[in-house]
């Protein structure tokens, strides 16, 4: 297997590298490739030390079987269809290409079989909409969900390294701010990226587009806020649904018992006991009648939310999903 | 007036003597009770220096026009009925009364009509109810709000002085975890007060219930989740809410921005913004169509929240509303 990563120097790019070692995914030629801001740093995989290059228009014009992107919607835009013209699948982590009629939008374990023969762009969902999918899926093909509502508490390293660095240096004392739109030492915020003309936000149009084609159903009806809170890994949310089937709540747990890489749960449910696991943690199932419910779910937002689910893309297509 | 004060060195208690010098109700006489603990502190009101002395089973014994609680439930249960029983207006800040029938719960922009002529008890509202049905009542009388799905925010200082030590200790570096059930530095916790048998929290299902008996309606159907975050002052909240009646998104707004003590807005979104003010401040209203919307709230928890309703409560019965 011949491997690009591109990003790799970010947040998601490192998480995907470890990734790639837990799984034993040991390419023959593995190249990594940033922007020149980072170029030339060395970075370990499989023990050995590879140099960073820098993104050039002629960088991926290779024989590479995959190329994972994590650099952001600009450079997908621009170099992931030049690897995918040159026989590459690519896996991209940015928003890029998501909504994309032509493209799969894929959580291996909800619509991992449209990978089976598919070459190509194959796009990696937000974060958050990860781990909400993960956790309603199949609560929705059982008892059709007609109506999601979602609060978010969204960890800074959803905004890369550099959300981290912020409140890092906020909590020493700092009073700049560049990332986020507010201060968010001791703070919370309740925008992710641009409010659109609908006054929803970027993250939670996201949530609402991005949960439609993964599960395949245009009518749920989804009612985000997305909030980004003090945090530095792990993502949480506050779900409620209703349902057009009536349920026993024990009828839900048997599907969230039944879901692949969800864990439900009593005990973990805050996002620094569950930062660097691969699983997404459920708990506060709860109801009042037999048509709506609520419940909390917490992920790493890096691994779940991005490099693990990139990761299980390429292992699953690999495989010959 | 002769006024006393229980609880008087507590988060809320001080906070309650700060609003009535801001209001310049300067009582002919004022008491401080606190526990054994405190006793013995001294305070400052209205330029004069007052001793804290310990509350005893007479204490109260005396002709109190008003007597403001904010010790605890337990000790709201024992003295507040004795207080009563002297002829005091009661004013409490706990959870004790606030479901007797007999009580009347007040929010005094909504229902301040139930404190003309009344004499003994009045309940104040948990603070994450009042900062939500100041947004929503007008909403409410308007267009009948069906369902309401809230996911709180809410501050350290809700779990009183102790939840602020607790936070900037582990902030400088301490392990140690006595008031939050988990860390809450840089972590976020879906869990405040008792899980009760029906897996909702005891705050929670004061939310539930505290928003029907002051909006008077018990047919609004609620479905909170209540989470404790790493902020100083001041409760956030993600509002979801399905009306009866059709509106169109400016109706809204008119109906919030002729809300008394709120704001619509869409600067001052956040806690620390906000922190210090006595008001709500709603922003991100939205919709997707006529019968279902969302909106954002802000307020600091310890004076909306508790002290600001209190002196409201007790300014509003002065006044002889």
Redesign the interface.
């Known amino acids: 297997m011949k491997l690009a990563v591109v990003g790799a120097t970010g947040e998601v790019g490192r998480m995907m590298l470890k990734k790639l070692e837990e799984e034993a995914i040991t390419p023959e030629e593995i190249d990594l490739f940033s922007s020149s801001r980072s170029a030339g740093s060395l970075m370990k995989f499989a023990g050995k030390s590879i140099e960073v290059r820098e993104l050039r228009e002629d960088s991926l014009r290779r024989d590479y079987d995959y190329v994972l992107f994590s650099a952001g919607a600009s450079v997908s835009k621009t170099f992931a269809p030049l690897a995918a013209s040159c026989g590459a699948v690519v896996i991209d982590n940015s928003s890029a290409f998501r909504q994309s009629e032509e493209i799969p939008l894929v959580v291996p374990e909800i619509n991992g079989c449209l990978l089976k023969g598919y070459r190509g762009i194959v796009a990696n969902p937000n974060c958050s909409t990860i781990q909400m999918v993960l956790s309603l899926h199949k609560i929705h093909r059982r008892f059709d969900l007609k109506t999601i509502?979602v609060?978010t508490?969204q960890a800074v390293s959803g905004a890369g390294n550099r959300g981290i660095v912020e409140?890092e240096r906020q909590?020493a004392g700092s009073q700049d701010q560049a990332v986020f739109v507010?201060?968010i030492h001791?703070?919370?915020?309740?925008?992710i990226g641009d409010i659109l003309e609908?006054?929803?936000s970027a993250e939670e149009m996201k949530m609402i587009n991005e949960t439609r084609k993964i599960l395949g159903d245009s009518k749920v009806?989804i009612?985000p806020?997305t909030?980004r809170?003090?945090?530095?890994h792990g993502h949480?949310e506050?779900v409620?649904c209703e349902t057009e089937k009536p349920f026993e709540l024990e009828e839900l747990k048997e599907e969230l018992r039944a879901s692949e890489d969800v864990v439900l749960t009593d005990e973990r449910?805050?996002?620094?006991?569950i930062a660097g696991s691969d699983l997404v943690y459920v708990?506060?199932?709860?109801s009042?009648d037999s048509h709506?419910f609520?419940l909390?779910n917490v992920a790493d937002n890096i691994r779940v939310g991005a490099a693990t689910n990139a990761v299980r893309i390429l292992k699953m297509h690999a495989g010959g999903a």
Chains 1, 2 share one sequence.
């Not at 708990?283 to 709860?286: K, Q």
Request: glycine share 0%; aromatic share 18%.
């Open positions: 509502v609060s508490y409140l909590e507010r201060k001791r703070n919370v915020v309740p925008v609908n006054s929803f009806s009612w806020t909030v809170v003090p945090v530095a949480s506050a409620f449910f805050t996002p620094v006991e708990s506060r199932v709860r009042f709506r609520l909390w």
